[in-house]
């Protein structure tokens, strides 16, 4: 059973940075491919960032790209989302996906909340 826990979300002030973290775990993640979306308030569910968990290529939302960058740490079965240069607009609830043809999926975590203060 695949399971996915975000954490490190919280309350900035814009121009602030965060990282997000993906603790994976119950399977196998070789051949996934790890992704972050995020929800803002009364929006819908969007694209933010992904990353290849075997060779580590990346893909990036033009909202974000330049500012965010996502990783992954293969032997920790991590995921991460480093957020720079924050703005009110990125307040989101922010969710970590799994999605591989062993996995099956997507799979979603919980989500972690950020919030960015003016």
């Known amino acids: 059973q695949v399971q996915l826990v975000e954490s490190g979300g919280g309350l900035v002030q814009a121009g602030e940075s965060l990282r997000l973290s993906c603790a994976a775990s119950?399977?196998?993640?070789?051949?996934?491919?790890m992704k972050w979306f995020r929800q803002p308030p009364g929006k819908e569910r969007e694209f933010v960032a992904q990353?290849?968990?075997?060779?580590?290529?990346?893909y990036y939302a033009r909202s974000v790209k330049g500012r965010f960058t996502i990783s992954r740490d293969v032997a920790e079965n991590m995921v991460y989302l480093q957020m720079n240069s924050l703005t009110p607009e990125d307040t989101a609830v922010y969710y970590c996906?799994?999605?591989?043809?062993?996995?099956?999926?997507?799979?979603w975590g919980q989500g972690t909340t950020v919030t960015v203060s003016s």
């Open positions: 996906n799994a999605w591989s043809p062993i996995l099956g999926g997507p799979h």
């Open positions: 119950g399977r196998t993640f070789s051949n996934s491919v």
């Open positions: 990353v290849t968990w075997n060779g580590g290529d990346t």
